[in-house]
C-alpha cells in the first residue's frame, strides 16, 4: 500500500518574537525532531515520531501525526508550543501538514 502522506514536503513556521537566527534554531529544531524515527537514536529511544500512522486512513494519519508531534514539541523543544496544524494536498493525491510554532510562554 502507498502512503498518502508525504512528510518530505512537510513545512514548518514559527510566529514569534525572535532574531532570525533564533527563529531559523527552532526550525531545525522541530525539522530534525519529526523527521527523526522514533527508536534510532541510541541515547534517546523515545526522539522522534512513529512513523507507524503512514500507511493509515488520512484522518487517522492527521489525528496520529497531530498527537506526536505535540507531545514531542513539549518534551524535546518546550519553549515552543504548537499553535496549528494545516494539510495541504497536491495534484497527486498525497497530503502534508504544515505547522505553525509559537513561543510557550
Do not use: C
Not at 527552532?26 to 500512522?53: A, C, H, I, N, Y
Not at 486512513?57 to 518546550?78: D, M, N
Request: aromatic share 10%.
Amino acid at each position: 500500500m502507498n502512503s498518502l502522506l508525504s512528510l518530505a514536503n512537510s513545512e514548518f513556521e514559527y510566529e514569534g518574537q525572535a532574531s532570525y537566527d533564533r527563529k531559523q534554531n527552532f526550525l531545525q529544531q522541530v525539522r530534525l525532531l519529526t523527521s527523526t524515527r522514533k527508536g534510532s537514536v541510541p541515547l534517546d529511544r523515545d526522539l522522534g515520531l512513529d512513523f507507524s500512522f503512514v500507511d493509515r486512513p488520512i484522518g487517522v494519519v492527521r489525528s496520529l501525526y497531530a498527537a506526536q508531534i505535540t507531545e514531542a514539541i513539549s518534551k524535546y523543544i518546550p519553549s515552543l508550543k504548537i499553535v496549528e496544524i494545516k494539510w495541504s494536498g497536491s495534484a497527486d493525491g498525497h497530503i502534508y501538514p504544515r505547522v505553525v510554532v509559537s513561543d510557550a510562554g
